[in-house]
């Protein structure tokens, strides 16, 4: 899945690549789309619009796959972005500036339910079992133990890991995590460089040590 521009406009698209063939069009409209997570059972693609009406900016959409149905999930006046499923399905966790900063919240899927703020930062990963999540605050890569197994949310004590070695907004998503969260890949601009680079960051049980 992946975003494109035809015709001017950004929709969303398909490629199997393992199979020849052009891209299948998702979903196509008149607003600005940015695919952000994927649900494990293949039935709901989460996204983020561009500003669609006036005094909204980004809003988190859901996309009913086979469907190929949209709805708006979290839609307010201030910038909801990046959501992410939980590896069972059962939250989503995405950034929002409604308090003058970039804070991040959970809330149930499909709803309706609390909504649980977890943390100050942008841009979140889940770890593959669902008990850790990781984003980006105030220029350190934060690691946060969570549980979602019961009908309310719960956080830990959150734990930095290491400063992020790159010159961007934290709002901008320029980083990935494996799936049991102990290697990072990040996109970063050098200085006298024309292109990014891309750092690997790895050991990380060796880095907690040194800061401990």
Do not use: C
């Amino acid at each position: 899945m992946f975003r494109g521009s035809r015709g001017g406009r950004t929709d969303l698209f398909l490629k199997v690549i393992n199979q020849p063939g052009e891209e299948e069009t998702l979903w196509s409209d008149d607003l600005s789309k940015y695919p952000a997570s994927w649900s494990q059972d293949g039935r709901f693609i989460l996204y983020d619009t561009g500003i669609s009406t006036p005094g909204t900016g980004h809003d988190v959409w859901v996309l009913l796959f086979n469907d190929r149905k949209p709805f708006p999930f979290v839609k307010t006046d201030f910038q909801e972005r990046s959501p992410k499923f939980s590896p069972d399905g059962r939250w989503v966790a995405y950034q929002s500036n409604e308090s003058g900063r970039y804070e991040l919240y959970v809330v149930p899927f499909p709803g309706p339910g609390p909504r649980s703020r977890i943390a100050e930062g942008a841009n979140i990963e889940w770890r593959h079992d669902g008990r850790e999540v990781y984003y980006v605050k105030r220029g350190k890569m934060t690691a946060l133990p969570v549980d979602g197994r019961g009908r309310t949310f719960e956080a830990g004590v959150e734990q930095p890991l290491f400063d992020m070695p790159v010159d961007m907004p934290e709002e901008v998503r320029g980083w990935d995590a494996t799936a049991d969260g102990r290697k990072f890949l990040i996109r970063v601009r050098e200085a006298k460089e024309e292109e990014p680079s891309i750092t690997l960051v790895v050991n990380r049980p060796m880095l907690l040590s040194k800061q401990r």
